[in-house]
């Protein structure tokens, strides 16, 4: 991948980027492949996913229907966008660093990352239950110390919450 241009996509470009499945489809083969792909690969795959079919079932005119579309509007559209880079020459196409921009909107990548959070706050939550219920069965264990364990097991949600705020603001 190459570098990262200093300017950052306005949210207008990556929303208008993203609004045609065609290119979002681009955009997450590319990134599962994470290696240059000529057009007329990229047009076979997004013509067969298009037509929820194997790539050897596909007609000729559904081939080139996909492939003058990406060459003539997708392609040209994510390069000026400095996402992909693409190499007429040799006829490959090559994600840029700045396609991390788009990758936060892209399906996957948003899953993955409130998954993490879930995870921390179901681990959180079993553990709380845990201490608490261990302290309140274990004798010698006064009600002080339950409800100091019951006070830091809130305090840590509510910490826990803070910075998951933060991070997503």
Known sequence: MSNVPDEELSQDTLFSLLSNPRRRFVLQYLNRVDTPVTL???SVETAAWENETDA???TDQQRKRVQVSLYQTHIPALEDAEIIEYDSDS???????RADDLNVYLHGDVEEEDRRWAMY?????????????ASTLIAGVGEFWT???GLVWVLGL???AVVHY????
């Open 56 to 58: 050897e079932n596909l």
């Open 158 to 160: 509510a910490g826990l």
């Open 121 to 133: 706050y179901l681990a959180l939550a079993v553990t709380g239950v845990v201490v608490y219920a």
């Open 91 to 97: 006829g490959e196409i090559t994600l840029t660093d």
């Open 166 to 169: 933060l991070e997503e603001k």
């Open 40 to 42: 007329q690969e990229l």
């Open 147 to 149: 409800t100091v364990i």
